[in-house]
């Protein structure tokens, strides 16, 4: 009650309440009596002013602590609640605020769908039981508030919950040597065999090697070189998460998997003309065609962090529309921010269309840092690793843009806007930072391009815009630099041609490995860098170590032990 005390102090003069520090309360016989009172002790008369002022007072004290205990309520979710999903031993009779069956009808629910057709309130939490499928799709049915999110994770122990856009098929008819049917109303666009995505074929009689598939008239043709009931066989059918017109919405620790399915539903998550939206600690895979869809219809949505995800196998179908891509924006106007930090891709554009990206930015504010991007192994070379056509800017810093193992054009690739290009790795990209149409302006310093002769093709590729950069360093492309039209082989002819790179350096960055892209003792990428204003690395070692940064993702601390693992310990934004 004392720390209350201060509060309705100050909360309370509207109800003539005013609180008195014990330290200056004086007792009784000290206070000056008014000439009622006296005259009231004096003739023995009893005086009602004194019991009125006590009552008036009582009355003042009652309304203010009502204020402050309502005040309160609001300040915090009191009303918060957890509730329990579980496959296994939920049932959507249940109340769903327990992890187990007690007593009547407390114990978790049982399906999604009971999910989305519930009201929450700001600061609830819906957990999903670990090591358990759901085939539905989660439809966000509620909005939190700022401080107090609405939740959707996880309990108990074992792998992340699964929310899985494919249907399990069954009912399979063989119709000659290992070709099958089985009646499958939805088209689907993408077919798996016990995991592994199938090849779609233009026709039955096209249908000759394992996982070979093809759809018409309600039926699904597979070619299977074991029968189809010993395998688990999949279609894609929807969407693994949807919201529209929410706020201040926190997806963690879940997995969602084959998401997507037909032209206008092919994302696997859809976050529609919502803002405050958090996606942490989750992997998203075998998405049909883009991962995370961030968008507007009537150009209104807001802030999104994704951060500490894993982003694996998105664009299996060569029949979606757009870019097929881990993470897109679009149509939401220049205001709000989306931070991308943490988060491992691989395998971006599986199919191979040429133009699938890790994020394709058509609009927002996007800062994007500390994300690993390994190889993308369609069988065509993918896109970009971040393609910026956003006009509200990026800031792109202390990112691994690594294609070991992988096909892939651009590392970053910009076509309109502002971007702050700062302190990456570009490694293997056949195009290392790409400039084209429009009129983008792209300004990086300290970033490290390399790659062999065969597959890094060009360091920059500057055919429109303005490009400002220094404190780079390039060693191995094949090509070298060009700028409008005219290529240039040698880093003297670049900063001739280009009027940049004036401190920039064409050396071996002496990395340990090409699998790990932190520097050797000598390497001539220490302390080669400027300032930027970020003050961490990769993995939050503090920047700089020496009399200037380095360059690369990595900044090298004297008398490290290379080899010992280290964990991100802070994030920094730069100022702006």
């Not at 990595?554 to 994030?571: N, Q, V």
Request: proline share 5%; aromatic share 10%; charged share 15%.
């Amino acid at each position: 009650m004392n720390e209350v005390l201060p509060i309705m102090g100050a909360m309370c003069p509207l109800f003539g309440f005013r609180h008195v520090p014990p330290d200056v309360v004086r007792n009784k016989e000290s206070m000056p009596r008014g000439d009622a009172e006296t005259q009231g002790a004096n003739s023995g008369v009893k005086d009602p002013q004194p019991q009125l002022q006590r009552h008036e007072a009582a009355s003042s004290v009652t309304r203010c602590v009502l204020l402050v205990v309502a005040v309160m309520l609001l300040a915090s979710p009191v009303w918060a609640t957890v509730y329990y999903v579980s496959r296994s031993d939920g049932n959507d009779n249940y109340n769903g605020t327990a992890q187990l069956r007690t007593t009547g009808s407390t114990g978790p629910w049982n399906t999604i769908a009971k999910v989305n057709a519930s009201s929450f309130v700001p600061g609830d939490s819906i957990l999903f039981k670990r090591g358990e499928v759901w085939r539905e799709r989660l439809i966000v049915p509620s909005s939190g508030s700022p401080g107090n999110p609405i939740t959707f994770g996880a309990y108990g122990s074992g792998s992340r919950p699964t929310v899985n856009g494919s249907d399990i098929l069954t009912g399979w008819a063989a119709i000659s040597s290992d070709v099958y049917r089985a009646t499958v109303a939805t088209q689907p666009y993408a077919v798996w065999f016990d995991g592994s995505v199938g090849t779609r074929k233009p026709s039955i009689g096209t249908l000759s090697a394992d996982r070979d598939w093809h759809w018409s008239s309600n039926q699904l043709y597979i070619y299977s070189s074991t029968g189809p009931s010993a395998r688990t066989i999949e279609s894609s059918s929807r969407q693994t998460v949807f919201m529209s017109d929410k706020s201040w919405i926190t997806l963690e620790q879940l997995t969602f998997a084959k998401g997507g399915n037909a032209a206008r539903d092919d994302k696997s998550i859809a976050i529609r003309q919502s803002a405050h939206i958090v996606l942490q600690d989750c992997d998203v895979t075998d998405s049909v065609n883009i991962g995370v869809d961030i968008f507007g219809v009537d150009g209104i949505s807001g802030d999104a962090t994704i951060q500490r995800c894993a982003f694996e196998r998105t664009g299996l179908s060569k029949d979606q529309l757009g870019a097929h891509s881990a993470v897109q924006t679009y149509n939401t106007t220049e205001n709000p921010t989306f931070i991308v930090q943490h988060n491992t891709f691989q395998d971006i554009d599986l199919y191979g269309a040429h133009h699938g990206h890790g994020i394709y930015a058509l609009s927002g504010r996007v800062i994007w840092r500390f994300n690993y991007h390994k190889g993308d192994s369609g069988p065509v070379r993918a896109g970009a690793a971040v393609r910026l056509a956003n006009t509200g800017g990026s800031q792109v810093y202390y990112n691994v843009f690594s294609n070991e193992g992988g096909k892939r054009y651009w590392g970053v690739l910009a076509t309109a806007g502002i971007h702050y290009v700062y302190n990456n790795v570009f490694y293997q990209n056949n195009y290392g930072l790409v400039a084209d149409t429009g009129s983008p302006t792209v300004v990086a310093q300290n970033n490290i391009f390399a790659g062999s002769f065969d597959e890094t093709w060009y360091y920059m590729f500057i055919q429109a815009g303005t490009y400002r950069g220094d404190n780079n360093l390039f060693f191995g492309g094949g090509n070298g630099w060009r700028y409008k039209g005219v290529t240039k082989a040698s880093l003297v002819e670049w900063r001739t041609l280009s009027g940049q790179d004036g401190r920039s350096l064409n050396a071996d960055p002496l990395f340990l490995s090409t699998f790990d892209f932190r520097l050797q003792e000598s390497s001539p990428a220490i302390d080669a860098g400027v300032d930027v204003g970020v003050t961490a690395d990769f993995l939050g070692t503090h920047v700089p170590q020496g009399h200037a940064p380095d360059i690369g993702a990595y900044e090298k601390s004297p008398g490290e032990d290379p080899l010992a693992p280290r964990a991100p310990t802070g994030l920094v934004v730069i100022p702006e």
